[in-house]
């Protein structure tokens, strides 16, 4: 069936180093790819997403590049601040279809 | 407005018992959907509607049901809890089907014993 890998589990920088989270997805019908950052006991909660027909989209210091060839996407966070730390979450979707498949996730941790 | 929200925060079980969670939206959302969240396992589909009346299996479905009487609520029903189902449960909308932001709720903290 479809299914999203994500890599890293868990990711560890100091404060200030860069953060990279990768995934794969195996659904050639995806074409949206949202990232969600979930902090401890509270809801997911989305920070960047992309759309198939763009290979790179950036808010501040994230970003989020994908390769459709390959069926990868990764997240980029440049900066990194102890407030970073959370769970982040890719996941990929089909306009309409109500399918969105969630990677495992990354638990980030920013050390000061 | 308050978004999606659910009710209860937090819900301990025996096996056996039944309880529906609540879900509501106040955004005029046609597409909502149940999602459990276990360790290592990221967010999985329970049950999903695209609007009132209508409701599809997800991912996980077994043990649950659910019912769209209306645009705003979306209850889950535990029909017999089984400690299989300890998870924290969130509920999710949209305003189209797939393609576009998905707005959770707080969740619910699930534990059958």
């Known amino acids: 069936g479809e299914n999203v890998e994500q890599h890293p589990s868990t990711l560890s920088v100091q404060e200030g180093d860069s953060a990279v989270i990768k995934c794969t997805y195996s659904?050639?019908?995806?074409?949206?790819f949202p990232w969600y950052k979930q902090e401890l006991g509270k809801r997911p909660q989305l920070i960047i997403d992309?759309?198939?027909?763009?290979g790179e989209k950036k808010d501040q210091r994230i970003a989020v590049t994908l390769n459709k060839t390959a069926k990868h996407f990764s997240l980029h966070i440049t900066e990194t601040q102890p407030e970073d730390s959370a769970v982040y979450f890719c996941?990929?979707?089909?306009?309409?279809?109500?399918?969105?498949?969630f990677g495992t996730g990354t638990r980030l941790k920013v050390l000061a | 407005n308050a978004g999606v929200t659910q009710t209860p925060k937090f819900q301990v079980l025996k096996t056996g018992q039944s309880m529906t969670l609540q879900c509501a939206q106040d955004?005029?959302?046609?597409?909502m959907s149940w999602y459990r969240q276990d360790p290592g396992m990221g967010l999985r589909l329970i049950h999903y509607?695209?609007?009132?009346?209508?409701?599809d299996q997800g991912e996980v479905p077994n043990g649950y049901n659910v019912s769209r009487s209306t645009t705003e609520d979306f209850p889950l029903r535990l029909l017999s809890a089984a400690p299989s189902q300890t998870s924290v449960y969130f509920c999710?909308?949209?305003?189209?089907?797939?393609?576009?932001?998905?707005?959770f709720g707080p969740g619910t903290r699930l534990t059958v014993t």
């Open positions: 999710a909308s949209s305003y189209n089907p797939g393609g576009v932001e998905q707005y």
């Open positions: 659904d050639s019908a995806s074409n949206y």
């Open positions: 992309i759309r198939s027909n763009v």
């Open positions: 996941a990929a979707s089909s306009e309409g279809t109500y399918k969105y498949i």
């Open positions: 955004m005029n959302h046609e597409y």
């Open positions: 509607s695209v609007g009132a009346g209508i409701t």
